[in-house]
């Protein structure tokens, strides 16, 4: 039970990554606050959590509205004595696939601005409200150190959210509160959970191919694993990086690519 007595907000709770961290937190000992926007989604993650002896509560809430933010993480800290965890898996519907030549100023800026505000405005809230030992967790894409074409909205918004990340964690090391982002690399099984679907369409598209076809031939050849990350080992990292036995580590972006990268 690593996060035994531990108070976790999962911000994106009902969706893929996040339905997964706050399962695997839920497992390890946390009490689970789900926050997102599709309220059937939150419910259904914190069935899963009760139904297997965990404590979980969910919240209606745009990560992108600073006040509710701001009244819900403290909503949660009078009621749980604090926050020791906090994780954004909010997730922003964009454009991919789209050439430079072809991209609208709006649909590069739409993954930019809303990551960005996102992680500031949850961060922000939490960090008030930790009790020493805190942790944010982040989360990127390997767009975030790729180059090519058709994902300029989503490698600039990813390598955003990374610089915060590192950025926050010299900010807030003196409290005692980590800061680790996580890079996974495409998770085919979350296609029906999340908006990636829509977004790797734009590429499938050009490519001739489906999404699943996509992804597949991707695994085949680019990760040195020949897979893509699953949902579980993104949980159990969290689960695990969030706890004390990660306790030297901050200011770090995890590499959960299964090779896509080599750092």
Request: net charge neutral; aromatic share 6%.
């Amino acid at each position: 039970m690593l996060l035994k007595n531990r108070t976790a907000i999962v911000y994106g709770g009902g969706g893929a990554i996040g339905g997964a961290a706050a399962r695997a937190f839920a497992r390890d000992g946390a009490r689970v606050f789900l926050a997102g926007r599709t309220p059937d989604r939150l419910e259904m993650v914190a069935g899963q959590i009760r139904a297997e002896g965990g404590f979980a509560e969910t919240a209606v809430l745009d990560a992108l509205d600073e006040e509710a933010v701001e009244r819900h993480a403290a909503e949660v800290a009078t009621q749980a004595g604090g926050i020791d965890i906090a994780m954004n898996a909010v997730g922003i519907a964009h454009v991919q696939g789209t050439p430079f030549g072809e991209l609208s100023l709006a649909d590069f800026e739409t993954p930019v601005a809303g990551y960005a505000r996102s992680n500031f405005v949850t961060a922000k809230a939490v960090a008030r409200h930790m009790r020493g030992k805190g942790v944010i967790l982040t989360l990127s894409t390997p767009g975030a150190r790729l180059s090519g074409v058709g994902f300029l909205g989503n490698g600039v918004a990813s390598a955003a959210v990374e610089a915060l990340s590192r950025i926050l964690a010299g900010e807030l090391g003196p409290r005692g509160i980590r800061v680790i982002c996580l890079r996974p690399d495409a998770i085919p099984e979350s296609l029906a959970a999340s908006h990636v679907r829509s977004a790797f369409e734009g590429f499938a598209e050009r490519a001739g191919m489906s999404v699943d076809d996509m992804l597949a031939a991707r695994a085949a050849s680019g990760p040195l694993l020949r897979r893509f990350p699953t949902l579980a080992e993104i949980g159990d990292f969290a689960a695990f990086v969030a706890s004390d036995r990660a306790g030297a580590m901050t200011g770090a972006i995890a590499n959960l690519s299964c090779g896509t990268l080599v750092d």
